[in-house]
Nanobody, 125 residues
Framework: QVQLVESGGGVVQAGDSLRLSCAAS????????LAWFRQSPGSERASVAA????????YFAASVKGRFTISRENDKKKMVLQLNSAKPEDTDIYYC??????????????????WGQGIQVTVSA
């Protein structure tokens, strides 16, 4: 069983930075592609960023490109999303996800089969 635990969420002011972490655990589990998504109640889950298995390829949603970075440490089964120049519209619940079948940095939720519980990010104006 794969478990994903997000940490680092909270409240920041516009223009500040925030660091989200995702730790994966599970027996005989090697996370391939890793990604972050966001979702508000009543809305569709939307992609934020993704990173390939070896970390060579990344994907970013247009709204965060140039402001967010994504990285991973495979030996620690850990992924980090760095939010820079935060905007109020970044406010949402952020979810990390991992794939056992896709190694490319995919922005499609269908590529991922395990999800964290989500963590709140709030950016005040």
């Amino acid at each position: 069983q794969v478990q994903l635990v997000e940490s680092g969420g909270g409240v920041v002011q516009a223009g500040d930075s925030l660091r989200l972490s995702c730790a994966a655990s599970g027996r005989s589990f090697t996370p391939l592609a890793l990604a972050w998504f966001r979702q508000s109640p009543g809305s569709e889950r939307a992609s934020v960023a993704a990173i390939s298995f070896v970390g060579a390829n990344t994907y970013f949603a247009a709204s965060v490109k140039g402001r967010f970075t994504i990285s991973r440490e495979n030996d620690k089964k850990k992924m980090v999303l760095q939010l820079n120049s935060a905007k109020p519209e970044d406010t949402d619940i952020y979810y990390c996800a991992t794939s056992k079948t896709t190694s490319n940095a995919s922005g499609s939720a269908r590529s991922y089969d395990s999800w964290g519980q989500g963590i709140q990010v709030t950016v005040s104006a």
